[in-house]
Every structure is written in structure tokens, then in C-alpha cells.
């Protein structure tokens, strides 16, 4: 195999680490090739395959359709007549899956109508569920399978409410008073000085009269749904059906209410019927029926989640790493077999994962971009088919600049509030000023230490990769647990700050950044409380603290404090998902020069090249919000202004 048939492989390889969403649920091949190189590392899919509801939760980028994917196969192991590949999970267990990407089916909300999303949600599973058996089973088996269920009349219903609704009488019975008048024999006259009339007794009757009235309306009751499907599993001799519901977090807030509002109802099933949630972190909401740890339980995959297994991150890292070869080898292998992994990297192979690792913090997308970008850079070399330091370090700079594209153009478009950014250099130059305090030689200073109340105020940071979260107890030296971050490793780079690799070049008071953050609590607190700053220290006061003084000093300085104006928090423009705030920010930082196709966005934000295509040319086109030009046949994306 020559050098350009070598790195062909590898770009394919590196390529669907980016990203699963590519793989098609109707090609058991596909999926039977993620089941080959799929990385269970922290041992997620046992916890996803337990007869309990559950919800995943992770950044993007995390493996959360990877993971979905791979358990729906494993669900396929134990039905499917195209697979004979035994499940090591389930054993003799039987269990049918089904698979629904909430980011497809997105017209069920068109109408804001419960029943008529529950009506359009479930009419949309069966057929998907519909689909999916043929898929699952060989012709002639599946001609077997539907002779066999067509006798059953839980069939016939499901078949019949799919075409024409469920047909639901009521019988409605009132009583109605019907008024008479009747005229009594007499007439009387009289004449007076005040009036002059004629008078007829009249005399008023009353009968009640029964009315009966037919109402009929058609739709579809999820309770009869969820027994149907009960007595399949039942007569079918399953044990279990799973459905796996991915991109939660695509749908937009109302949706996400509505789709929660069904969801509780499917809920706690008590017919063996169970559902997995894919969700992104921080940006779901299952409102308040629904209670976590009772209705639905977690399956993290961020950072934080297994550095605190591992007791800590020094020794998350080196597990990490072990991570990150593990998911290089297997791709390897399933991509390119003639490409052995120790010919893959220069002889700093070790250096390079332990790089590769620091930038991606746990995050498969972000190793698949640095590889790529890496390889890109080798290509450049013409001489060697190998990646070299300096390759990856060319790779850790691009993907970074990609991540901060998409926040930068964010704020730009005014749909991430501007003081993010402000808050993002204050949290930088803390970092470079405590990195000069030893004039010897420097010092690390790529992580810190926030108060836990200030939690949030990390979240778009955290989800655009400019910081991630480490740890939420971490001890300080001088007392008192904090949430641990660490700034990006590609942004340590740029700006020349060391990366902290031992716990005693974190944990120091000085790394407790809150005094730092605390001028950004105005636009966080829901009470506009007073607070008072001292203009020497920068220290901050809270208003009980100095309430007492008439003439309010700093504790430390003496210096008079000066009152902070409590800012609103700034409105943004249009209220969008985490995805679409993503797409915008990263065409809103794009030249003419610099356009990308919806393939190349896909790519780097982590969504289908549809989902880019469809947000475009449906919304930001049409808001004149982005430009679009056409080359080759394929439109290209850039800013406006």
C-alpha cells in the first residue's frame, strides 16, 4: 500500500470519529461495524441496557448516538434473523428495538395541540416501528412474522389507528326544560280613570324532554398504545422494547415542554416498555412531572463525571490517554487493517496521545478533528505517510479555532449575550497575570477554581470548549470545595501558559478566580441585590457586609468602596437551540473567502449536513442573516457583514 492509498484510509478512519449520525438505522452493516470498533471504555452500554428509563447526558461531541447506536445493535443481536452474532449482555434475553430521532420528526409540533402531538408522536413511532421490523428480519421470516401477528387483534388495531385514527363514541344525554304557554277560558275589561285595557289569563306549563347526542372524535390514546404494544411483547415471547429517542435537545424550549408532557405519560410503563432519551448538557428540560431519580435516571458522559470515579484529574488523565489509543486502534483496525498502529505516529508517539488527550478533555469528536487536521498537515509534507508532533500541534490550533469560531460568532449575532465575552477575557488575563508572578521561571496556571453557586456562569463556555469542567469538589489548600476548570489546552498553547499536571499546581487560594467573576453576578442573580467593589483590590462586597458603615471602606485597602449598577442581563436575538446557536456562530465568523459547504459546518459542529442545509436556507436565508453563494452546484455559507 502506498503513501496516498495509506492516507486515503485514514482520512475515512479519522472521519467517523467526527461524528455517527452518518450511520443509516436501515444498514445492519454500518452498524455492525460501529459494534466492531466501538469503545466502551466506561462501560455506558450496560448501564444504557437496563429494563429502567434513563436519559443520556453529555456535550456534543461525547458519543451520545454512538452510544444510542451501538445498544440499539446490541437489542438487534437478540431478535434479528440478519445477525448472528450473539449478545454477551443479554444472553437468552429478548428484547425489540426501536429507534426515533426527535430532530426528523419535528413537524409533530406544528399544531399546539397535546393530543394532537401525542396523536402525530405515536403515529409517527408505529411506522418507524413498522419500518424497523423489516428491517430487522429476513423476507421470509418477517412474511412468518406478519401471518402470526396479523392474527393478533393488537396488530389490526395499531395497523387500523396508524391509517385512520381510533374512532372514540360518546354517548352524551341531557335534560332540557321546554317551556308552554296555554290561554284560559275569560276575558276580563275594565274601564278606570288611571287606564283603560283588556287583560287574558294566561297560565304557563313546563315539561322535561331526555335528548341524546353521538360525539365522535378520532385519535390516539397513548395508555392503548403502550397495552398494545404490552401484548405483542407478550405474544411475541419478548421480554423487553427498548426505544431509543435521540436529539432531545434539538427541539426548542415549547417543544421540549410539549414533547415532556408526553413523555411522562410513556413513562414507568408497567408493560415492559422503556425508553433511552439522548440529551445535551444543560440544554434540556423535562419540566416539573417529570423527577429525575425517580421517573428517569442519568447516564453522564461528560469529564467531571469519571474524573471523580478515578479520584481525581491527574489520574483521569492517564486513563484518558489509555482512552484515546484505544479508540485510535480499533478504528484502525476496521478502517485501514494494513496500518499498523506504531507506524501511525513518529517516535513521540506517547507525547502525541498525551496531547491529543489534553486538548480533547474525553470528547471523541474533538480526537477526530485533531487527527484530521493533523493528517491534512501531513499531506502538506508530500515526503511521509506518519504524524509528527508538529502535525498534531497544527491539528490541536485548527480545531480550536473552529470551537472559538462558533462562540465568537455567536456573540457577533447577538444570540450568546455579550458579556460572555467580556467575562472570557477577564478569566484569560487572570490566567496570564498569575502565570508572570514568578519572574524566575513560569509557572502553570491553565486551571481554576470557581465557587459552586457560580456554576452556570461556565455553561456556555464549558459547551463551546473554551474551559471544561474538572472536578465539582475540589478541596483548596487553605479549605473550602470548589468546582476545578481548566482552560483549553490549544488556548494554553497560543498564549503560552503551562498546563497543570499535579494537583499542588492547582489547588493553591490564587486559583479561586470568584473575585474575578464576581463583577459578572448582575447579569446571573435574579434579585438585583446592591453589592460594592474596591476600586484598588477589585475585591467584592456584598451590601449585608458593609450595610453598617455609612462611609463603606474595603476591609483590606481602607479605600472608599465604589457601588456596583446592577446591569439586566442583555437580550439576545431569537431564541435557538444549542445546534442552531452553533451553525450561526460558526457561518457568522466565516469571509467570503472562508465559506463552507453544509457538509463542512456538519462536520465541525457535530449534526448532519441536512440539519445545516434545512436551518439556512429555511430561517438564516430567508432573516438575511448569513450569506449564501453556489459553487460546483453546492452552496456555501458566510457572514453578512
Not at 445498544?71 to 428495538?97: Q, W
Not at 347526542?213 to 398504545?225: A, C, G, P, Y
Not at 491553565?446 to 469542567?469: A, G, Q, T
Not at 492547582?506 to 459578572?520: G, M, S
Amino acid at each position: 500500500m502506498n503513501n496516498i492509498e495509506k492516507i486515503q484510509k485514514l482520512r475515512v478512519a479519522f472521519q467517523s470519529i467526527l461524528r455517527a449520525d452518518y450511520i443509516s438505522i436501515d444498514d445492519i452493516r454500518q452498524l455492525a461495524q460501529l459494534d466492531d470498533y466501538y469503545v466502551d471504555y466506561f462501560n455506558n452500554v450496560p448501564k444504557v441496557l437496563q429494563d429502567q428509563d434513563s436519559y443520556i447526558s453529555g456535550r456534543r461531541g461525547t458519543g451520545k448516538t454512538s452510544l444510542l447506536m451501538r445498544c440499539y445493535y446490541e437489542c438487534l443481536k437478540t431478535v434479528s434473523t440478519k445477525i448472528s452474532k450473539e449478545s454477551l449482555i443479554f444472553n437468552d434475553k429478548r428484547v425489540l428495538p426501536l429507534y426515533i430521532d426527535l430532530s426528523q420528526c419535528k413537524d409533530i409540533f406544528e399544531r399546539e395541540d397535546e393530543k394532537n402531538i401525542e396523536h402525530n408522536f405515536i403515529k409517527y413511532l408505529v411506522k418507524e416501528l413498522k419500518e424497523q421490523l423489516e428491517i430487522m428480519f429476513e423476507q421470509s421470516k418477517m412474511k412468518i412474522f406478519k401471518e402470526d401477528t396479523s392474527k393478533m387483534p393488537e396488530f389490526d388495531f395499531i395497523a387500523r389507528a396508524l391509517m385512520e385514527g381510533i374512532t372514540v363514541k360518546r354517548e352524551i344525554m341531557t335534560q332540557e326544560l321546554t317551556q308552554k304557554e296555554c290561554a284560559k277560558d275569560g276575558i276580563a275589561a275594565g274601564i278606570a280613570k288611571e287606564k283603560t285595557g283588556v287583560s287574558v289569563n294566561l297560565e304557563e306549563e313546563y315539561e322535561t324532554e331526555v335528548v341524546k347526542s353521538i360525539s365522535e372524535t378520532t385519535n390516539f390514546n397513548v395508555l392503548e398504545l403502550l397495552s398494545a404494544l404490552g401484548a405483542i411483547r407478550r405474544k411475541s415471547k419478548l421480554d423487553a422494547i427498548y426505544v431509543f429517542v435521540d436529539e432531545f435537545s434539538d427541539l426548542s424550549e415549547n417543544e421540549q415542554k410539549e414533547f415532556s408532557a408526553l413523555l411522562k405519560k410513556l413513562l414507568g410503563s408497567k408493560n415492559n416498555i422503556f425508553f433511552k432519551v439522548g440529551t445535551i448538557t444543560d440544554r434540556f428540560e423535562f419540566g416539573e412531572k417529570i423527577i429525575i431519580g425517580r421517573d428517569i435516571f442519568p447516564i453522564f458522559l461528560d469529564l467531571n463525571d469519571f474524573v471523580e470515579k478515578y479520584g481525581g484529574i491527574v489520574t483521569a488523565l492517564k486513563q484518558l490517554e489509555e482512552f484515546t489509543t484505544s479508540l485510535v486502534k480499533k478504528r484502525l483496525e476496521s478502517y485501514c487493517p494494513e496500518v499498523a498502529y506504531h507506524t501511525l505516529f513518529d517516535e513521540k508517539g506517547n507525547d502525541i496521545i498525551a496531547r491529543i488527550t489534553r486538548e480533547a478533555m474525553g470528547v471523541p469528536r474533538t480526537i477526530g478533528m485533531i487527527l484530521q487536521n493533523a493528517l491534512i498537515q501531513t499531506e502538506l509534507n508530500g515526503k511521509r505517510s506518519y504524524i509528527t508532533i508538529s502535525d498534531i500541534n497544527v491539528g490541536i490550533q485548527e480545531t480550536r479555532k473552529i470551537y472559538f469560531s462558533q462562540f465568537q460568532g455567536a456573540v457577533k449575532k447577538r444570540v450568546i449575550p455579550g458579556f460572555y465575552m467580556d467575562m472570557w477575557n477577564s478569566i484569560l488575563n487572570r490566567a496570564l497575570s498569575e502565570k508572570s508572578k514568578n519572574k524566575k521561571e513560569l509557572r502553570p496556571s491553565s486551571h481554576f477554581m470557581l465557587d459552586p453557586l457560580r456554576r452556570k456562569y461556565m455553561n456556555i463556555f464549558c459547551e463551546n470548549f473554551l474551559v471544561h469542567l474538572l472536578e465539582e469538589s475540589r478541596a483548596s489548600k487553605y479549605g473550602g470545595n470548589y468546582l476545578l476548570f481548566s482552560i483549553d489546552y490549544g488556548i494554553c498553547i497560543e498564549n503560552n501558559i503551562l498546563f497543570a499536571e499535579e494537583k499542588n499546581e492547582f489547588t493553591a487560594a490564587r486559583f479561586i478566580y470568584d473575585n474575578t467573576i464576581a463583577q459578572y453576578d448582575c447579569y446571573f442573580v435574579e434579585e438585583q441585590l446592591k453589592s460594592y467593589k474596591c476600586p484598588v483590590c477589585e475585591r467584592i462586597y456584598k451590601e449585608e457586609e458593609v450595610a453598617q458603615a455609612k462611609v463603606k471602606r474595603c476591609f483590606d485597602c481602607d479605600e472608599k468602596l465604589i457601588e456596583i449598577v446592577h446591569r439586566d442581563v442583555p437580550m439576545t436575538e431569537g431564541n435557538y437551540t444549542e445546534v442552531e446557536v452553533k451553525i450561526l456562530g460558526l457561518i457568522g465568523s466565516l469571509s467570503e473567502k472562508e465559506a463552507m459547504s453544509a457538509t463542512e459546518i456538519g462536520d465541525a459542529i457535530g449534526c448532519t449536513w441536512q440539519k445545516v442545509s434545512n436551518w439556512c436556507s429555511k430561517v438564516l436565508g430567508k432573516q438575511e442573516l448569513i450569506n449564501v453563494k453556489k459553487i460546483g452546484g453546492k452552496n456555501y455559507y458566510f457572514d453578512r457583514e
